[in-house]
C-alpha cells in the first residue's frame, strides 16, 4: 500500500508511482513557491489555453529542476539544499523575480501603484507577460526545500539502483505537480475570461491582478527571507493543523502570506475592479 504521508523504498514502480501522486498532492495544495505565481500569470492571462500554457510551462520547467535535483539527491549531493542560508536565498531570489516581473507588466517610469484596494491609474501601459517567465519561475521555485523535497531527495531518489533513474522520481514528481498545474492554470484563466468585461478592460483588469499578485506575493516571500536573516523566531512560526497532508498539516508565515496574494490581492482586487468596470459600464448612456 502506498503511504504518501510517509513513504519508504518499496520498488522502483511503486517508488515512482508515489513520485508521481506526491506532484498531484503538491500541485493541489498551497505552496508559497507555486500558487501565488501560478495563479498571477494564469489570471494574466485571461483565457483558458493561455491560462493552460501558463500552467504548463511553470511546471515544465519546474520538472527539469525536480529531475536534476533529485540525479543530484542519488549521487549524495543534496545535503545544501537543506541549509538555512540556502533556503533564505531561494525566497530572495524568488521574490525578487516576482516583484521585478510585476514591474514588466507594468510598463511605467515610476514605481507601480498597486494597492489592494486600487487598479492601476489610467494611463499606464500594460503588457502581456513574457511566455518565458513562468518557465522562468518554475525553474527557481523548484529549488525550495520542504517536506515533498524531504521525502523525493531524502527517501525516492537514492533508493533508485543506478544513475539513469536517480533522475526519474523527480521527473515523476514534476509531472504529478504538471497535470493540476495545468488543469488550476485553465480554470483560473477561463474563469477570468468568463468576466462580464469588454475586451480591453477583461486585459486590464486580469493584468493588473496579474501584477498586484506578483508584487505582494514577491515582497512577502522576500519579507519572509529577511526575516529569517534577522528575527528568525517569526519567520518559524507555525500552527499544527493535524492534517496528514503535507502543505496542510501546519499554518506558517509563508501560508498566511500566501492567503493574501491570492485571495485577498490578486482575487479580491479583479473582483472589486470588474464591479467597478460593470457600474462604470451601466451609469453611461
Not at 533564505?88 to 531570489?93: H, N, P, R, T
Not at 537514492?158 to 523527480?170: E, F, K, R, S
Not at 534577522?230 to 500552527?239: F, K, V
Request: with cysteine; glycine share 10%; aromatic share 10%.
Amino acid at each position: 500500500m502506498i503511504n504518501l504521508w510517509n513513504p519508504s523504498h518499496v520498488s522502483v514502480s511503486v517508488d515512482l508511482l508515489t513520485a508521481f501522486l506526491l506532484g498531484i498532492v503538491h500541485g493541489v495544495t498551497p505552496d508559497e513557491h507555486t500558487w501565488p505565481i501560478t495563479f498571477a500569470y494564469a489570471v494574466g492571462a485571461y483565457s483558458t489555453w493561455r491560462g493552460m500554457r501558463a500552467g504548463l510551462l511553470f511546471s515544465a520547467a519546474f520538472t527539469l529542476q525536480r529531475a536534476i535535483a533529485s540525479e543530484l539527491a542519488w549521487a549524495g549531493r543534496s545535503h545544501f539544499f537543506q541549509l538555512r542560508g540556502f533556503a533564505i536565498g531561494v525566497d530572495l531570489v524568488v521574490g525578487a523575480v516576482m516583484v521585478l516581473s510585476a514591474r514588466f507588466i507594468v510598463a511605467c517610469r515610476t514605481a507601480p501603484h498597486l494597492h489592494i484596494g486600487r487598479s492601476i491609474k489610467v494611463g499606464q501601459s500594460l503588457h502581456d507577460p513574457r511566455w518565458w517567465l513562468p518557465a522562468l519561475h518554475g525553474f527557481i521555485a523548484g529549488w525550495g526545500f520542504g517536506a515533498f523535497a524531504a521525502i523525493l531527495y531524502g527517501v525516492l531518489a537514492p533508493a533508485m539502483p543506478n544513475a539513469w533513474l536517480g533522475l526519474a522520481p523527480g521527473l515523476a514528481f514534476g509531472f504529478g505537480t504538471m497535470v493540476t498545474q495545468v488543469v488550476i492554470g485553465g480554470l483560473v484563466g477561463a474563469w477570468a475570461a468568463r468576466a462580464r468585461l469588454t475586451p480591453d478592460n477583461l486585459r486590464q483588469i486580469a493584468l493588473t491582478s496579474a501584477a498586484r499578485t506578483l508584487t505582494w506575493g514577491g515582497a512577502g516571500l522576500m519579507l519572509v527571507g529577511v526575516l529569517a536573516i534577522i528575527a528568525p523566531q517569526w519567520a518559524d512560526l507555525h500552527w499544527v493543523t493535524g492534517l496528514h497532508i503535507h502543505n496542510l498539516h501546519t499554518i506558517n508565515l509563508p501560508m498566511i502570506l500566501l492567503i493574501i496574494a491570492i485571495f485577498v490581492v490578486g482575487l479580491g482586487g479583479f473582483l472589486r475592479d470588474a464591479r467597478a468596470s460593470a457600474r462604470r459600464a451601466a451609469s453611461m448612456p
